[in-house]
Every structure is written in structure tokens, then in C-alpha cells.
């Protein structure tokens, strides 16, 4: 079994910076894939970001390139994604997600765990 916890999540103002963290506990954590998926109100989860357990595979959704990086310390068993140029669109509660397999998904269904999420507000 493994437990997310996903935090740093926030109101900011349009053109703004966020970075979300998510720890992981009960699993080795090198050996997970792991994502970002964000879901706004009255919308499906929709995939954000995926890396590789030895941060090799890389995955960002179109929406979010260029914008947003997600990395991983295997160390502090913990994922992070920061985001900058923040828009209103972007609002969102943000997922963290888990993987056992080496490489992430953009599908939300080849995810075994899931964070509680943490609100993301981007103010115009």
C-alpha cells in the first residue's frame, strides 16, 4: 500500500508561481511511476505530468508545457510540480498519483494510488 500526501496548493494571482509537493510512504518509492492530474469543477481528471521512478520519461500534457515541471527526489520519497505562469484555467484541485511500474501514464485508469488533493486557484 501507499499513501500520498499532496500540499503547497494555494491562491495566487494570474502570471504566478506554485510549487506542490506530494510524499509518499509505504512502498519503495523509486520503484513507482508517478503523475499530476488536476480536475476543475463540472470536469474530468485530466492528466498534467508523469515521470519515470529514475526520472528518465518525462510526460507533460500540451496544456502545460512549457509552464509547469515535475521532478522527483527518491530521497525525501516525495514529487513535486512546479508551476509557473499561472492562469485561470489551471484552477483545479491537483492529484498526485501512483504507479507501480516504471514508466508513467497519461492514462488516470494505470494509476494504483491517489493522493486526497490540494486546491489550486488562479485569481484574474
Known amino acids: 500500500q501507499v499513501q500520498l500526501v499532496e500540499s503547497g496548493g494555494g491562491l495566487v494571482q494570474a502570471g504566478g508561481s506554485l510549487r506542490l509537493s506530494c510524499a509518499a510512504s509505504?512502498?519503495?518509492?523509486?520503484?513507482?511511476?508517478m503523475g499530476w492530474f488536476r480536475q476543475a469543477p463540472g470536469k474530468e481528471r485530466e492528466f498534467v505530468a508523469a515521470?519515470?521512478?529514475?526520472?528518465?520519461?518525462?510526460y507533460y500534457a500540451d496544456s502545460v508545457k512549457g509552464r509547469f515541471t515535475i521532478s522527483r527526489d527518491n530521497a525525501k520519497n516525495t514529487v513535486y510540480l512546479q508551476m509557473n505562469s499561472l492562469q485561470p484555467e489551471d484552477t483545479a484541485v491537483y492529484y498526485c498519483?501512483?504507479?507501480?511500474?516504471?514508466?508513467?501514464?497519461?492514462?488516470?485508469?494505470?494509476?494504483?494510488?491517489w493522493g486526497q488533493g490540494t486546491q489550486v486557484t488562479v485569481s484574474s
Open positions: 515521470i519515470s521512478g529514475g526520472s528518465v520519461n518525462i
Open positions: 498519483a501512483a504507479r507501480r511500474y516504471y514508466s508513467g501514464s497519461y492514462y488516470k485508469n494505470e494509476y494504483n494510488y
Open positions: 509505504g512502498r519503495t518509492f523509486s520503484s513507482l511511476a
